[in-house]
């Protein structure tokens, strides 16, 4: 008897094991209800169910996988559609809102959009939406109460910059498509120029179109920009490869878990040029479908890969629905180049304060040949063929950017200046740059160099270790050489600022291609490029 009662034990003891994976899902669902309607019958004050359950489900439940298996409730599903089709309904235009008692001020409209063809002009002020005040708002609010169903109308109350009179304008709004690629154009000698800021629905198709384009007016090499491109869907991915290879090429391949995630894509049209030399820029923003285009043309030796080690994320989502209107971006696979090698960082949190990947020693990584024979190796990002030296900006430059002084300083010249003159040979005088000076010295930011950054943390290091008062001469002698007036900075760092003035400038006359013209004037990476490639050919 006691051995058939070991024997039982033993059975259901193998059972639960085999059991495992669906009998802890299970037993862990079960606790988790059980905790919650104790909680909630006994618990001494009323019980936050939403938010202890999303906190549960954020900070726990997918904190311990990788950081893109995200859940969207239903409230989010808008940002969600946002990032795969680019689209929306609403005028078209960027908004800049100083405070809640403020008017909304239009910032910057685009190119064809509802808001330019109904006149608003960066500078003009909304003081009302559909009549109620925008004062009390925030700019969120505005934003929303401003978007709606395309073809539904919008009544503004605005004062116009130019006249200051104060009118109603009634806006039909239309499904507003933010495009992917910035900018399309044929600079000197002849090179293709396409800057591409990332991969939504149907940017694939628009490469082939500008490709096409370029090639009829004469392009002799192309210069594909991924440059901070975080990626998007791997079909226009594979989109975009197809019009540099040879069709039936394999573009990349996806491995995973479950049923069906193992998957190979190949391009299959025909290409617009598979002659024709190709440079792929990339640094370390360049992520996801960015590394596919990359890492495929890499592999197929059909672009030279230049700038710096790319992001390194090699993972596959899917979009699965959820109860209640909600999503799960879930990874499901990892995807691999055509070499084979799979461009994931190994580890998820080794990363550099930018976000790319810290440097990985080859013995952890594995050897792959491109179709000529070339190495090249996996465990994080794509790396260049050709490394570019990037420009590095002072704390100075990031510091007027974050805290929007030359988007302000922007939208005072515009007030200032009705016309500029074309992008092309527009440029900020001297005297536009210390009128700029004069402007952020009456701002408030962290004007500190990085050097005086460091120097304040480590002053306060030895306060709290009580050698502050010995070394005060000398923390006052270092102090005062690091200590620099604002305008005196600012005029040191002129050449660094003025690229960025011209390109918030240049956007509110000429739109977003105009920003980009005005980046292609000072990019010293594309020159290299440009240069590397011009030996390479010779």
């Known amino acids: 008897m006691k051995r058939l009662f070991i024997l039982i034990l033993l059975g259901v003891s193998v059972y639960a094991g085999a059991q495992s994976p669906r009998f802890k899902l299970g037993k862990w669902t079960e606790i988790q209800t059980a905790i919650l309607q104790e909680l909630s019958r006994s618990y001494v004050d009323s019980l936050p169910v939403d938010r202890i359950e999303r906190r549960g489900i954020d900070a726990a439940m997918l904190a311990a996988l990788d950081p893109y298996t995200v859940f969207i409730p239903e409230e989010e599903n808008e940002n969600l559609q946002m990032m795969i089709h680019k689209t929306y309904g609403g005028i078209g235009a960027v908004i800049f809102k100083p405070d809640v008692q403020g ?21 003009d002020e909304i003081l009302a939406i559909d009549g109620e005040t925008v004062v009390g708002l925030n700019s969120q609010q505005c934003s929303e109460k401003m978007r709606g169903e395309p073809g539904t109308q919008v009544v503004f109350r605005v004062k116009k910059l130019r006249s200051g009179e104060t009118v ?32 939504s629905d149907g940017v694939g198709a628009d490469f082939r179109r500008r490709v096409a384009e370029l090639k009829q007016q004469g392009m002799k090499t192309l210069v594909l920009d991924l440059r901070g491109n975080g990626g998007g869907l791997m079909n226009e991915a594979v989109e975009i490869v197809s019009a540099l290879v040879p069709k039936g090429s394999v573009v990349v391949s996806a491995q995973g878990r479950e049923p069906g995630a193992d998957y190979t894509l190949k391009t299959t049209k025909d290409p617009i040029d598979t002659k024709i030399p190709v440079i792929v820029l990339v640094d370390s923003g360049s992520a996801s479908a960015s590394e596919i285009v990359a890492g495929a043309l890499q592999d197929m ?33 990892k995807y691999y180049t055509p070499s084979g090698r799979c461009v994931q960082a190994i580890d998820y949190a080794r990363r550099r304060e930018d976000g790319s990947v810290a440097q990985i020693p080859d013995s952890l990584t594995h050897e792959f040949k491109t179709a000529h024979g070339r190495i090249v190796r996996d465990g994080g990002g794509i790396t260049p063929d050709v490394k570019l030296d990037f420009r590095e900006y002072s704390r100075l430059t990031y510091s007027l950017v974050s805290y929007g002084i030359l988007e302000q300083y922007a939208l005072e010249f515009v007030r200032g200046h009705e016309t500029i003159p074309p992008v092309e040979d527009f440029h900020l005088s001297d005297a536009d740059y210390e009128a700029f000076i004069e402007f952020a010295r009456g701002k408030e930011f962290d004007y500190r160099s990085s050097a005086k950054t460091y120097f304040d943390r480590a002053k306060e290091e030895l306060r709290l270790d009580g050698l502050d008062k010995a070394m005060k001469d000398e923390l ?24 960025f003035i011209e390109e918030e400038i240049a956007v509110r006359y000429y739109f977003q291609q105009a920003g980009v013209q005005i980046r292609i004037r000072y990019d010293d990476a594309l020159r290299q490029a440009l240069a590397a490639e011009r030996i390479k050919q010779y």
């Open 103 to 123: 008017n909304v001020i239009i910032n910057e409209p685009y190119a064809g959009s509802p808001a330019q063809k109904y006149g608003l002009v960066c500078g």
């Open 168 to 199: 109603d304008i009634t806006v039909t709004r239309e499904r507003i498509k933010l495009d992917d690629i910035e900018f399309a154009g044929l600079l000197e000698g002849g090179v293709g120029y396409i800057s591409q800021n990332g991969f």
């Open 301 to 333: 030796d059909r672009a030279t890969i230049m700038g710096e080690r790319t992001y390194g994320k090699g993972l596959v989502q899917s979009i699965r629905s959820l109860p209640y209107g909600g999503e799960l971006k879930v990874t499901t696979a």
């Open 476 to 499: 006052d002698a270092l102090e005062k050489s690091l200590n620099m007036e604002k305008e005196d900075f600012l005029r040191l760092k002129k050449d660094e600022i003025v690229p």
